[in-house]
T-cell receptor, first 116, second 114 residues
Framework: DGGITQSPKYLFRKEGQNVTLSCEQNLNHDAMYWYRQDPGQGLRLIYY?????DFQKGDIAEGYSVSREKKESFPLTVTSAQKNPTAFYLC????WGRGGENQPQHFGDGTRLSIL | DQQVKQNSPSLSVQEGRISILNCDYTNSMFDYFLWYKKYPAEGPTFLIS?????DKNEDGRFTVFLNKSAKHLSLHIVPSQPGDSAVYFC?????????????FGKGTKLSVIP
């Protein structure tokens, strides 16, 4: 089945540690995205990538880093510079629109990150 | 400054009746709108979308209405079923900006009562 796989589902981090969240998709989508959700809040965009080896900052990129070495993979690193990393992290992918065509983003099941 | 607002945090509806979820936006450049459904501890699932060139889009029990002059959209679910109980997010994009970044509302929790 085609889809988006995020791992692990739950992740614990000690203060001052970097941690990397995995996101893999087999939908052959060009674009991938990382969002953060806090309780009672909507999703906020951290980073997105339209194509391999290219990515752009979203609204809340500070304290995060990404890479896009393969079309299928878009890992997110939460660095020690992120002061409030406890949240639910969601990865998404989509066909990148051409000529105005609109394509929805499809989401993985998320990773919940907690600070010990 | 919230560009996409869902002013009702929660909504309760009897099974079989219509559920109407509302969403307002402030950015007049938004031209693509989506509704997602989300269960706890899962990722959002795409439900239905609408382009600004339309004012209505239907898919089975789900219909989205867009009123551009009022900067308002709504999702109608008819008839409502207990399995529809979830949090519904409205999202919008300015596709003319060359990206497909989505701006999300905070969500409305729908409870369908059997």
């Amino acid at each position: 089945d085609g889809g988006i796989t995020q791992s692990p589902k739950y992740l614990f981090r000690k203060e001052g540690q970097n941690v990397t969240l995995s996101c893999e998709q087999n939908l052959n989508h060009d674009a991938m995205y990382w969002y953060r959700q806090d309780p009672g809040q909507g999703l906020r965009l951290i980073y997105y990538s339209q194509i391999v080896n290219d990515f752009q900052k979203g609204d809340i990129a500070e304290g995060y880093s990404v890479s896009r070495e393969k079309k299928e993979s878009f890992p997110l690193t939460v660095t020690s510079a992120q002061k409030n990393p406890t949240a639910f992290y969601l990865c998404a992918s989509s066909i990148w629109g051409r000529g105005g065509e609109n394509q929805p983003q499809h989401f993985g099941d998320g990773t919940r990150l907690s600070i010990l | 400054d919230q560009q996409v607002k869902q002013n009702s945090p929660s909504l309760s509806v009897q099974e079989g009746r219509i559920s109407i979820l509302n969403c307002d936006y402030t950015n007049s450049m938004f031209d693509y709108f989506l509704w997602y459904k989300k269960y706890p501890a899962e990722g959002p699932t795409f439900l239905i979308s609408i382009s600004s060139i339309k004012d209505k889009n239907e898919d089975g029990r789900f219909t989205v209405f867009l009123n551009k002059s009022a900067k308002h959209l709504s999702l109608h679910i008819v008839p409502s079923q207990p399995g529809d109980s979830a949090v519904y997010f409205c999202a919008a994009a300015d596709t003319g900006a060359g990206s497909y970044q989505l701006t999300f509302g905070k969500g409305t929790k729908l409870s369908v009562i059997p």
